[in-house]
């Protein structure tokens, strides 16, 4: 194979996009597809589908090598290595939803010696089942797992840097797969892990369970820090420092959300069980995230009583900074729980506002932070986006109706909101 493989990515969705550009910007010729024509017209017009920091300058510079088309044929045709980047969403009883990975294994064609890198996050097991399929069918294609780690808002960072590249082939023909897939991240200079598919994909769920196990755990503490009168950013920073523990993923706040940690989560703990072992820790991991996202309310009508009539301010919609994702999103369980409960919401994000109408409906969405907290009885910091640290604290003081700040994401100096005459509570303080 020659140095600059040319490669193909099937779905550019968040991951397919980013993969696909960070290829290109190694010097890769790439070729993409999609079924979705909206999407392509608009890749092909130049433009991204989604906020990510970086991607779009990246794009730009790398717009002549990078293909866009909604025929399989024209990624056949061009690239052997085919990284398969489709979403699988969640079903109803938790398990992956692998119909779109169904549908792209049902299109590959024949004879091409074509290597499927699947990046999807996908069941253990998945791997060996679509290489049994292909086997059936005849289908003289290697199948490669290599799971993706990249964090949303930091994608394009997190792929040129990563901490690792996990590859997994089995033995047999897939060997040499998984040697041009390890090649093709020879210039990043990173640790690359080599296992077999299983444990591959094994990896990924288990990687995405443990930092929402640290998340869970942290926010626990939070609680009984509140009880007892300690602060968990404190004692963070204290369990942090001890190398076998680490600082990250350590901040308390009111739920971890997104397109993976809850899907995965609750993809493990299926696993486990459809494998006859009841997981009981990632069973009290959901349950911990799903109570932490309601203890906002709890808060609130500890300070303003019943929440009827009461105009409450969310700040930040997106389920973390950077970017316009709400999957998942803490603030859509709170904002339904405090409509349930009869309060007006109100709500600002710096870039979620187009999603935010999308999906909360009865929520006033506003364009400015300082509008939303106008006339409002409590303000809900729901998103650490950088900017809300440097709210003018005298304004909203004046402009609340009642000055009470609920900082979910522990990100305000709480000094300084009190000396401008508000009320702060944050998580776990
Ligand atoms: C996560 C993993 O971090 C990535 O490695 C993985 O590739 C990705 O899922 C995936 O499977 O595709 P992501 O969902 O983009 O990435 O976001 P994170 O930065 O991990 O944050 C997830 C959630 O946890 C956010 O809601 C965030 O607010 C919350 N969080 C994070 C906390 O509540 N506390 C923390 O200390 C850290």
Not at 74 to 88: E, G, H, P, Q, Y
Not at 133 to 138: N, Y
Not at 322 to 338: F, I
């Amino acid at each position: 194979m020659s140095e600059k493989e040319p490669i193909g990515v099937i779905g550019v969705g968040w991951v397919g996009l980013v993969t696909a550009t960070c290829f290109a910007e190694l010097g890769h010729e790439i070729y993409c597809r999609d079924i979705d024509s909206a999407k392509i017209g608009l890749l092909e017009r130049g433009e991204v589908p989604i906020h990510e920091p970086g991607l779009k300058e990246l794009l730009e510079r790398n717009s002549d090598r990078i293909h866009f088309s909604i025929e399989m044929g024209d990624v056949l045709a061009n690239a052997k290595l085919l990284f398969v980047c489709v979403d699988t969403p969640p079903t109803y009883s938790g398990d992956a939803d692998l119909s779109r990975i169904d549908a792209v294994v049902s299109e590959l064609e024949t004879e091409r010696g074509h290597a499927l890198v699947m990046k999807s996050t996908v069941p253990v097991g998945t791997g060996r089942a679509v290489e049994r399929r292909l086997a059936e069918a005849g289908k003289q294609i290697a199948y490669v797992s290599n799971p993706e780690f990249l964090k949303e808002g930091s994608a394009v960072e997190d792929f040129m840097n990563p901490d690792r590249v996990v590859i997994g082939g089995d033995p047999g023909s897939e060997e040499c797969a998984a040697d041009a897939v390890a090649k093709l991240y020879e210039p990043i200079g990173c640790p690359i892990v080599r296992t077999d598919v299983a444990s591959a994909e094994m990896i990924k769920l288990a990687s995405n369970a443990f930092l929402a196990t640290k998340i869970s755990f942290i926010n626990e503490i939070a609680n009984v820090c509140e009880e007892v009168e300690a602060d968990v950013a404190e004692v963070a920073i204290g369990m942090g420092l001890d190398e076998r523990i680490g600082p990250k993923f350590l901040s308390a706040g009111i739920g971890y959300g997104g397109s993976c940690f809850p899907k995965d989560v609750s993809a493990l703990k299926q696993l486990a069980g459809n494998s006859g072992y009841h997981f009981q820790l990632l069973h009290s991991v959901i349950e911990v995230n799903e109570l932490q996202k309601r203890r906002v309310v709890r808060k609130l009508k500890k300070h303003l009583g019943s929440l009827v009539g009461k105009r409450i301010a969310l700040l930040g919609l997106a389920f973390k900074p950077h970017t316009d994702d709400m999957r998942e999103a803490s603030s859509l369980v709170l904002a339904a729980r405090l409509q349930g409960e009869g309060a007006h919401v109100c709500a600002y994000d710096p870039v979620a506002e187009n999603r935010a109408q999308e999906l909360l409906a009865g929520t006033q969405i506003c364009d400015t932070a300082i509008n939303a907290v106008e006339g409002a009885d409590a303000a809900v910091i729901v998103t650490e986006w950088p900017e809300f640290g440097e709210l003018p604290l005298g304004e909203i003081s004046e402009k609340m109706n009642n000055p009470l700040i609920i900082d979910g994401r522990n990100m305000l100096d709480r000094e300084a909101v009190r000396d401008a005459g508000i009320t702060y509570e944050g998580i776990g303080r």
